[in-house]
């Protein structure tokens, strides 16, 4: 996790000089002033980059050292047990059905939305509370 934090970071660095150089080059450019969207985006990709990085490098303060970064460790030495996923679900599909209304509700009308937003409720309490009922809960 270390290396990927500075990974992050550099990347970081390198998202914010681009950012101040795009910046002072569409200002300069002879145009009506600064290209701000082009410039947002930018400055925000450089947040993005800064939060990652510093949670990685935060982390893996209070983490064991992992095979990434051990420059003589092998492949198979990150092998085994990366933690436990659901079998099948299919609340992600609810999701996808309630999202994919609400974004037709954007186009058609928000009344679409009445029928989004419960579809999604359902499908996200149903993807939190899982392993709480059914088959999959646990004794």
Known sequence: MKEQGKIFLGLSVFVLAMAITYGLWTNNAGGPGLEAAGTT???????????????????????????????????????????????HSWQPLSLALGGALAFLGVIFGWWLMFWAAPIILIGIFGWVFEFYRGENQNQ
Do not use: H, K, M, Q
Request: charged share 20%.
């Open 41 to 87: 985006a930018l400055f925000l990709a450089f947040g993005l980059c800064a939060f990652i990085g510093y949670y990685l490098a935060f982390t893996a303060r209070r983490v064991d050292s992992g095979a990434g970064d051990n420059p003589e460790a092998e492949v198979a030495d990150d092998a085994g047990e990366l933690g436990f996923f659901a079998p």
